[in-house]
């Protein structure tokens, strides 16, 4: 009797319409109460600190062991090359469909004299003067830091400081380096060992993130209030133009990555959706795309059934390296600058544009909050325009804008390592080959 109660608990907490009363219950709570989202806010926190715990465990086991593999039978070539096809063309499609979508509805194009002084306003409380940098010269711009310098510290000194620190790319960086140097090793008694040591690492942490979702509901009651509840009204009206088109574009690139991921899946659109929908929730309540990297790598592989071999180096890359959201919103914002500025993208600068969107998101691996937005300069000095009288602006919409910027990244990272894993109808474990167990 307590057995079918709990397996009823388990199934129920589970469930669309837990989820569905959960966000629900988050939003009036975040709306209408800011006291008590105070009070349920260490309810997300918690659950979002857990998820994090898990992240560099599963990131360090998998890629090693899946490099490691990869390279000891000789696959590495054949994936090597749909990575260096399929990162690039989502990488450009991405800031294509941003910036064509931006020229057609350009949302700092025709503002009126009361929206202006209200971005004024907003920006003054700032201590930056909105008025006069749009109807004065633009101030020198400071070129930021080199291609040689981004190279270099993506090499970590010292691992434990990278992993401590949270520096995804060094991290990175570390796995892959030493999984190409354990696969070239001859195979054996050697090696063994301690591939099965990182598979039993990974399988324990997979094994948590299976518990953790249970918590979901009450994770996504916690993070939705708090978010929710800092809100400013004011500032979403008068920005309202720029947040509708980034909202519109991030649902365009959502739209065409479901829609790809279902027919190489071989699954119906709500089947899809379904299978993922843990990394979704996930991305839009966390705003963390490395938090979501557990469950996406779960999604596809025991969810949509795609090689786990392949898609334990795919997913972690593709989350890492093609910011998506990012890449979209660099675009979009850019033209939003331009045209607060009164100054014209020529054919010229629109591929500069395209470019330094690409270069701009893919420069926001592992930063968060304000930093994240700065890498915005990226784009905007080559084209001669300023962040510093923009930046509150973009500041004081973030909050809203950065769950769907993450949703973008995680929905499109699990569909560009679609095209590049293989995909399997077979029940599978997390390494095949090596009997472990299923995590479903």
Same mark, same amino acid.
């Given at each position: 009797?307590?057995?079918?109660? *709990? ?6 907490? #589970?469930?669309?319409?837990? @989820? ?38 599963? =990131?360090? !086991? ?30 450009? %499609? ?20 009361? +929206? ?38 993506? /090499? ?9 620190? #949270? ?10 380096? %030493? ?10 008694? *050697? ?11 990974? %399988? ?20 939705? &209030? ?9 500032? /979403? !009206? ?13 649902? @365009? ?14 699954? +119906?659109?709500?089947?899809?959706? $379904? ?5 979704? =929730? ?16 779960? %999604? ?30 660099? *675009?979009? *914002? ?5 045209? =607060?500025?009164?100054?014209?993208? #020529? $054919? ?14 893919? &420069? ?13 300069? /990226?784009?905007? !000095? ?14 004081? @919409? ?10 973008? @990244?995680?929905?499109?990272? /699990? +569909?560009? !390592?679609? $095209?590049?894993?293989?995909? +399997?109808?077979?029940?599978? #474990? ?11």
């Amino acid at each position: 009797m307590k057995f079918s109660a *709990a397996n009823k608990f388990k199934e129920f907490i #589970g469930s669309p319409q837990a @989820i569905l009363g959960s966000v629900v219950l988050g939003a009036i709570i975040g709306t209408q109460s800011p006291q008590l989202s105070s009070f349920i806010a260490p309810l997300g926190n918690i659950y979002l600190t857990l998820f994090k715990m898990c992240v560099f465990p599963i =990131l360090i !086991s998998g890629i090693i062991v899946s490099v490691a593999r990869l390279i000891s039978t000789n696959d590495s070539t054949y994936y090597v090359k749909k990575i260096l096809l399929y990162f690039p063309i989502f990488l450009l %499609s991405t800031s294509l469909i941003a910036v064509l979508v931006g020229l057609i509805f350009n949302p700092g194009k025709g503002l009126d004299g009361n +929206t202006l002084q209200a971005l004024g306003v907003l920006v003054n409380q700032s201590a930056v003067d909105l008025e006069v940098n749009l109807s004065g010269e633009l101030a020198p711009i400071e070129s930021g830091p080199g291609l040689s310098s981004f190279l270099v510290n993506i /090499i970590p000194s010292n691992i434990i400081y990278a992993v401590g620190n #949270g520096d995804t790319l060094q991290v990175l960086f570390f796995c892959i380096a %030493s999984g190409v140097a354990l696969g070239v090793l001859p195979q054996g008694q *050697a090696t063994e060992p301690l591939m099965l040591a990182l598979e039993s690492i990974y %399988s324990a942490f997979q094994t948590l993130i299976t518990w953790l979702k249970y918590l979901l509901p009450f994770g996504l009651l916690g993070l939705l &209030a708090e978010q929710l509840s800092v809100i400013n009204m004011s500032t /979403i !009206s008068v920005m309202s133009n720029f947040l509708i088109v980034s909202v519109l574009t991030f649902g @365009i690139m959502f739209i065409i990555s479901i829609i790809l991921l279902s027919i190489r899946s071989k699954h +119906t659109i709500k089947d899809t959706l $379904f299978k993922i929908k843990e990394p979704l =929730l996930l991305a839009f309540t966390t705003q963390s795309s490395l938090a979501c990297l557990p469950s996406a790598i779960d %999604s596809l592989t025991n969810g949509l059934r795609f090689e786990s071999k392949s898609t334990n180096l795919v997913l972690p890359l593709a989350i890492t390296l093609c910011r998506f959201g990012p890449i979209a919103y660099f *675009a979009i *914002a850019t033209i939003f600058v331009s045209s =607060l500025y009164q100054s014209p993208l #020529g $054919f010229g600068d629109i591929l500069i544009l395209i470019v330094g969107s690409i270069f701009a998101g893919m &420069a926001t691996s592992g930063l968060s909050g304000v930093l994240t937005l700065t890498m915005l300069s /990226i784009v905007l !000095s080559p084209l001669g325009l300023p962040l510093d009288a923009v930046l509150v602006l973009l500041i004081a @919409i973030d909050p809203l804008i950065n769950p769907f910027r993450t949703l973008t @990244i995680v929905g499109t990272s /699990i +569909t560009v !390592s679609s $095209f590049i894993s293989d995909h +399997t109808t077979n029940e599978q #474990g997390l390494f095949e080959g090596n009997n472990p167990v299923p995590l479903s």
